[in-house]
T-cell receptor, first 120, second 108 residues
């Protein structure tokens, strides 16, 4: 069974840092582009960042560029999001998503999300 | 950056047809994907590449894309279709994925 399991969320103060982890299982993690998507409470979906299978290409939303760093360790089937200088507006559920291959280049599988709350 | 515009809400009676639009500049030059999100759950793709239905999605769901508007259509709406729906495209000019603001479908 395919699974994506996020962890690392919690309550942090403005300006602090946090690292999210997403572990994939039940599929060949190393062949897929992976993404982070977030959703603020009661709001819509916002794409955050993407990383190709061997980390050749990395992209960030303008709202997080320079503060967030996406990375992966294919040997551990893991995707990471290092977040620095966190702001109140970063408060959201963060989803790890798999980007399909070939003619399925969309987010074909999502984790259940991990909540980050940035508040003093 | 590329912007996708969706109506905040659409209401429909059971058994009727509902349409959710997604507006964007020359959106018909892009591949549009649609996601359904029910409360407390992660999103699920319901239409990919404008009009393809992934395995397991009912035939009542369909999509189209023309000009500046993509449309997700529900025929014979059921209570279980009540959810938030998001359109999505890949913006090649910025190398960003872009989501619409989302539309809440209410079944009366």
């Amino acid at each position: 069974e395919e699974q994506l399991a996020e962890s690392g969320g919690g309550l942090v103060k403005p300006g602090e840092s946090l690292r999210l982890t997403c572990v994939g299982s039940g599929f060949t993690f190393s062949t897929y582009t992976m993404n982070w998507v977030r959703q603020a409470p009661g709001k819509g979906l916002e794409w955050v960042s993407s990383i190709t299978s061997v980390s050749s290409y990395i992209h960030y939303a303008d709202s997080v560029k320079g503060r967030f760093t996406i990375s992966r360790d294919n040997a551990k089937n893991s995707l990471y999001l290092e977040m620095k200088s966190l702001r109140a507006e970063d408060t959201a559920v963060y989803y790890c998503t798999r980007e399909g291959e070939g003619n399925q280049v969309y987010f074909d599988f999502w984790g259940q999300g991990t909540l980050i709350t940035v508040s003093s | 950056s590329y912007v996708l515009t969706q109506p905040p809400s659409v209401s429909v009676a059971p058994g009727q047809t509902a349409r959710i639009t997604c507006g964007g500049d020359n959106i018909d030059s892009k591949n549009v994907h649609w996601y359904q999100q029910k409360p407390g759950q992660a999103p699920v793709v319901v239409i990919s590449y404008d009009s393809d239905r992934p395995s397991g999605i009912p035939e009542r769901f369909s999509g189209s894309n023309s000009g500046n508007t993509a449309t997700l259509t529900f025929s014979r709406v059921e209570a279980g279709d009540e959810a938030d729906y998001y359109c999505q495209v890949w913006d090649t000019s910025s190398d960003h994925w872009v989501f619409g603001g989302g539309t809440k479908l209410t079944v009366l």
